[in-house]
């Protein structure tokens, strides 16, 4: 998926008197918001996912907690195992910042949720779908009648919608089992379903054991979106920024280190490190621009009629809303990955 400032204000105690406390209240109240070093401490809720890379290897580096360190700032790190996950978190409060497939975020915000794309992790092909070893199935039209695997609200279920649209097919001709991914994969390998479309990681270790993909399409794949919620934006923007400057320090590092990228990604998912090679060195373009712009919008804006077909969304004009509304360019434009501390 997404996935930043650090805004904290100092916190002045032991006033003599009222008058005084709030004038130094007031005083701290101007520092948070014109010098960027003051902070309020707490904490940074923020997700890792095996499909962002990027959260990966800061996580891996330690470069937010390095940086937040004197501000007073605690990084929490939650793990988001789809793009669902991670917009349900990022609705319930349980983290400021998330990744998801841009398709995801567009989805979420169509149906209200307070999210903004505040920068772009990757340009991955990084769902396809999936048939298992001696399947028969070799082309989307023959999944007339069958079963597949599908974690709805995710780039793989819309892949799946899309294929099926260009077969000819809805959803409607075909039994959609909404699993995880995880899950899906489990399925497709007891032969519980007849396909899954799948998600990387895990589709690429699947591929690895035997498991085909039988249909590709990049153009069906949005962008990894790094997402947060409105009220942390406008009310720690610095420490927004902190995040998504971490984001582009990891875009440069991992740019230059695919190899060890790789390596993180084995090491977090537990996968062998020819399936994590194929992931990062094959199927990730991690160098993709991270200023949400055209591009995204003119993916989204393919993919939303289909949100309101499916009935996941009222109206196209709340679609289009959400489209016009959902980027916010304003933090990936000035990134700077100078400003993240090595951790010691």
């Not at 996935?3 to 009222?18: D, I, Y």
């Not at 582009?248 to 998912?269: D, F, Y």
């Not at 991690?286 to 995204?296: A, I, T, Y």
Request: hydrophobic share 45%.
């Amino acid at each position: 998926m997404s996935f930043s400032p650090t805004v904290s204000r100092r916190s002045f105690l032991g006033a003599a008197a009222a008058i005084s406390a709030l004038a130094m209240a007031g005083c701290a109240g101007e520092n948070a918001t014109t010098d960027g070093a003051a902070q309020q401490g707490g904490t940074l809720n923020i997700d890792f996912a095996t499909y962002n890379p990027l959260s990966l290897v800061i996580k891996e580096k330690g470069w937010l907690e390095a940086t937040l360190a004197d501000q007073g700032v605690t990084v929490n790190w939650l793990q988001s195992a789809g793009s669902n996950k991670a917009n349900e978190a990022l609705r319930a409060g349980a983290i400021d910042v998330g990744s998801t497939a841009g398709s995801a975020a567009l989805l979420a915000r169509s149906n209200k949720s307070p999210i903004k794309a505040i920068s772009i992790f990757s340009q991955p092909e990084w769902a396809a779908l999936v048939t298992a070893k001696g399947s028969t199935i070799t082309s989307v039209a023959a999944l007339k009648g069958k079963s597949v695997a599908a974690t709805k609200g995710t780039d793989p279920y819309f892949f799946l919608v899309q294929a099926l649209a260009e077969a000819g097919l809805s959803t409607k001709d075909v039994t959609v089992e909404n699993l995880q991914h995880a899950d899906g994969r489990a399925a497709l390998a007891n032969g519980s379903v007849d396909a899954w479309s799948g998600l990387d990681p895990i589709m690429a270790s699947a591929e690895q054991d035997g498991a085909s993909l039988f249909y590709r399409n990049l153009n069906f794949n949005t962008y990894g979106f790094l997402n947060a919620t409105e009220s942390f934006l406008k009310e720690k923007p610095e420490l927004a920024q902190t995040v998504v400057d971490a984001y582009e320090k990891a875009r440069v590092w991992a740019s230059e280190n695919p190899e060890e990228t790789a390596q993180i990604l084995a090491s977090a998912a537990g996968l062998k490190p020819e399936v994590a090679n194929t992931v990062i060195l094959e199927r990730s373009n991690l160098g993709v621009s991270g200023v949400p712009g055209e591009k995204q919008q003119a993916v989204l804006a393919k993919i939303g009629p289909t949100f309101v077909e499916l009935g996941d969304v009222k109206t196209q004009g709340e679609v289009d809303d959400a489209l016009a509304s959902l980027l916010d360019d304003s933090f990936a434009t000035k990134a700077n990955p100078a400003n993240i501390k090595e951790a010691s």
